[in-house]
């Protein structure tokens, strides 16, 4: 709500739907107050474009949305490898959007923010293979997640015991190797959002992708350190200066002043934010990177209301 208040989206009339628990509650949206109502498979008539936010709800009522005439833009991981629905990232792949048949799907946080990195390395030099490993902010896994770590903090400093009940370990003065669930082949499913994703909003089966997903003790913004190998020279003044005027991106590279992207830094912020450009001086053309976004924005909220802009400025 606060993105689309910021970006003027173009409302006529917003309508607030959730669960039986928090039907009733008003919320401010502008200057005007709203009543949350429970969402039902009645509830999208006359809705031009519905945002949502959480598995089980587009599970159940995607398809109402999509009978009642409505475009679904989808924040879960119901739908994004579906061959049907497009999986969209606007600086990247803007225009699969027009052959989506009533659902579009928004990626997850840690692979939208390296695409919109990927996409100009890509388009200049031709990506072969991707080493990505990830420091993902606890704001990923919800409200709960973040007073977690709060609590935890405060515990520890005053000596008491952790205890872990969001995530399957302390987190707080601790990193966890593990976000989302183990798969058959040892990744998490997370680290193979990474993999799957990335290919098909880069539109390209051949880039190689391997990921290593870890939760850090941050409140928000996800950093991630990417290694890149190439298969044209691509020197790092010249990526810098491509990412630096690709869409989305603010490039943060003066090591020498300790310039560098930080999450607290991104924290509220909506552009992707790349530093420690780098030779990888151990292949032939080879980068390392070094990227930050806020998850809750360019990861999530901003990406999607990005999405309902292309569907309104004609993308159809
Ligand atoms: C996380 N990527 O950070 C997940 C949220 N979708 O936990």
């Not at 600086?91 to 692979?111: M, Q």
């Not at 998490?188 to 870890?214: F, R």
């Not at 530093?275 to 901003?302: H, P, Q």
């Amino acid at each position: 709500m606060d993105v689309l208040s910021e970006r003027r989206f173009p409302i006529g009339k917003l309508k607030l739907l959730a669960t039986s628990r928090s039907a009733g509650k008003q919320v401010k949206f502008n200057n005007e107050i709203l009543t949350i109502e429970e969402t039902k498979p009645d509830s999208f008539q006359g809705v031009d474009i519905a945002l949502f936010a959480g598995g089980s709800a587009s599970k159940e009522f995607a398809q109402d949305a999509v009978k009642a005439g409505a475009i679904v833009i989808d924040n879960s991981n119901n739908f994004r490898m579906d061959p049907s629905v497009p999986l969209v990232v606007p600086e990247v792949n803007p225009e699969d959007v027009k052959w989506h048949n009533g659902i579009i799907a928004n990626p997850n946080c840690s692979t939208i923010q390296m695409a919109v990195v990927l996409k100009p390395l890509h388009d200049a030099a031709g990506i072969s293979r991707v080493v990505v490993s990830t420091y993902q902010a606890v704001s990923g896994a919800g409200a709960e997640a973040i007073e977690e770590l709060r609590e935890q903090s405060r515990d520890i400093l005053a000596g008491k015991e952790a205890n872990p009940q969001v995530f399957p370990h302390q987190i707080a003065f601790n990193v966890i190797p593990h976000l989302d669930v183990f798969l058959e082949n040892d990744y998490t499913k997370e680290e193979m959002k990474m993999v799957n994703e990335t290919k098909k909003i880069l539109g390209d089966d051949t880039v190689a992708v391997t990921a290593t997903t870890v939760r850090a003790p941050v409140v928000n913004g996800h950093s991630e350190a990417i290694n890149v190998q190439l298969k044209n020279e691509l020197l790092p003044d010249d990526a810098r200066k491509l990412l630096a005027k690709s869409p989305g991106i603010l490039v943060i590279d003066t090591p020498k002043n300790n310039e560098y992207p930080l999450p607290v830094a991104a924290n509220g912020r909506d552009e992707v934010f790349v530093g420690r450009i780098r030779r990888d001086e151990t292949v032939e053309f080879g980068l390392n990177l070094w990227v930050v976004a806020d998850n809750l924005r360019k990861g999530a909220a901003t990406n999607a209301v990005q999405i309902a802009e292309l569907l309104t400025k004609g993308m159809l």
